[in-house]
């Protein structure tokens, strides 16, 4: 079967690039491919599922800004995402406080909207803070939480009314090359789809599907695990509710100074932590272990709040972030023929739209597209040769 573009990948970069794609040609032949049973079945839907505008990367602002306007308007429009600007709450020792200084002053001059609150100000609205060596809390007020599947169902559905088409269930095994190595096609489910141009926006799974081609992307797939904490009840469900952050009465998406984070869900809470120290490495079913949670993750945070001490989770899942070693900063580029979406090093929920619209422009031979909040984008600014971009400094 022949088809204008083929998309390997559902997950969330892979369905905001079939999207804009279409949204700007109507009418393509386009086949997304995925080996799940459905949108988002891959880390997508293991993700914390937060966004944030405080980056020390101007590129990664103008991401996630672009894209948490666009879900924005979805969500004003009547679609239900899950969308609750509940804030970032960055808890700082006296030493990180002076190291985020210059980012602070950058944040500041790109009116990224964000308040210091100092150590006084912080026991006041979290009793339950057992402060210790956290001299100031940086709270980000146009952050927050989402539906990871609600935002993909959106994206599918969308596809399909503009015509494009699923295979699920079906694992990329192979690719088609021309005479002059370029992608051409691919082998799925024991077929033969080729395509005018193939997208691969396979996420953690990038360099195991080009080496299928013999080609390879600096993306290393790195380990991360969740637990939910029940917080249904007493000090955990008073800590939960806390009031005085946002209009919703949350606590804010909680960072603490060890790198260990507190994400509010429903009746619960999402602990995470992404250490440094995981090597590379990807899993076909990534489970989360009862040790780590125990020795290195709830440690850090009954440090902080001892209301946590003795909790255990009531489930647990894991995943993988798709990291970019170079500058932590996702790629979008053209390589032998094939345009490759991903590197999005955990942040990829919060810039998925924006890189959407980027691929588009790369297939629709445009130099420049406007993100969701209106700014314009250079396409080629995140392509892999000529990169001149500062690393991220504020990586959670």
């Known amino acids: 079967m022949t088809y204008q573009v083929i998309i390997i990948g559902a997950g969330i970069l892979g369905l905001a690039s079939a999207y804009h794609i279409l949204n700007q040609a ?233 790198g260990a984070y507190l994400r509010p869900a429903t009746g619960f809470f999402i602990l995470g932590y992404a250490n440094e120290d995981q090597p590379p490495g990807l899993e076909d079913h990534p489970q989360a272990e009862a040790d780590f949670f125990e020795k290195r993750l709830r440690p850090q945070v009954e440090h902080y709040f001892p209301a946590f001490e003795g909790a255990t989770p009531e489930y647990s899942w894991a995943g993988h972030y798709a990291d970019h070693p170079p500058d932590n900063l996702p790629l979008v580029d053209r390589v032998a023929g094939a345009i490759l979406v991903g590197g999005d090093s955990g942040s990829g929920i919060m810039k998925a739209d924006s890189l959407g619209r980027i691929a588009a422009g790369w297939y629709h031979g445009r130099e420049q597209v406007d993100l969701g909040h209106g700014r314009p984008f250079r396409v080629k600014d995140l392509a892999l040769t000529g990169r001149r971009l500062a690393p991220e400094r504020l990586i959670i």
């Open 26 to 258: 109507r009418g393509l032949s386009l086949l997304v491919i995925d080996r799940f049973g459905g949108p988002g079945l891959g880390n997508t839907a293991r993700s914390a599922a937060a966004y944030r505008d405080l980056f020390s990367s101007p590129l990664n602002r103008d991401l996630s800004r672009g894209s948490i306007a666009f879900y924005q308007q979805i969500q004003d429009k009547g679609t239900h995402l899950g969308l609750q600007r509940i804030g970032y709450l960055w808890l700082l020792t006296d030493q990180q406080a002076q190291n985020t200084q210059g980012v602070l002053d950058s944040l500041a001059a790109a009116a990224i909207e964000f308040d210091l609150l100092e150590v006084e100000r912080l026991r006041q609205l979290l009793p339950e803070l057992r402060a210790g060596n956290i001299s100031r809390g940086l709270l980000g007020r146009s952050c927050g939480i989402l539906n990871p599947n609600l935002l993909c169902r959106f994206y599918e559905q969308q596809v399909r009314e503009l015509g494009g088409k699923f295979l699920y269930g079906a694992a990329v095994s192979g690719f088609i090359l021309d005479h002059d190595g370029r992608i051409t096609g691919v082998e799925a489910d024991g077929r033969v789809f080729s395509a005018d141009t193939v997208v691969a926006a396979a996420g953690a799974w990038m360099n195991a599907i080009l080496a299928l081609a013999g080609l390879e992307a600096l993306v290393l797939p790195r380990k991360r695990q969740l637990f939910a904490v029940a917080a249904k009840v007493g000090a955990l469900h008073g800590l939960i509710h806390s009031r005085g952050f946002n209009t919703h009465g949350l606590l804010p998406f909680t960072i603490l100074p060890g």
